[in-house]
Nanobody, 116 residues
């Protein structure tokens, strides 16, 4: 089990950028996959981007070319660089850690609001 603490959310105008961070309480080296999810008001939580321990990444179609996920194993931190933000990117962004044995840990979330 790992404690995850997100930061970096805020209010930004459309076209702007934000960088989210997710600090883990343990080494992330052995975490099978880490990801960013978001939940907009009235909608289900959805995967935004994920990265495996080997560095493979995948993105939701809606963010491809605008968002970049990365992980720094030395700092036990996951990042999400978000560029060209749109109002539809608004939501609570959650960090998640997927362990090889099948369990998942969640952070508490950070609010991202993009104004038009």
């Amino acid at each position: 089990q790992v404690q995850l603490v997100e930061s970096g959310g805020g209010l930004v105008q459309a076209g702007g950028s934000l960088r989210l961070s997710c600090a883990a309480s343990v080494s992330i080296f052995s975490i099978n996959r880490m990801g960013w999810y978001r939940q907009a008001p009235g909608k289900q939580r959805e995967l935004v981007a994920a990265i495996t321990s080997g560095g493979s990444t995948n993105y939701a179609d809606s963010v491809k070319g605008r968002f970049t996920i990365s992980r720094d194993n030395a700092k036990n931190t996951l990042y999400l660089q978000m560029n060209s933000l749109k109002p539809e990117d608004t939501g609570v962004y959650y960090c998640a850690a997927d362990w090889a044995y099948g369990s998942r840990d969640w952070g508490q979330g950070t609010q991202v609001t993009v104004s038009s």
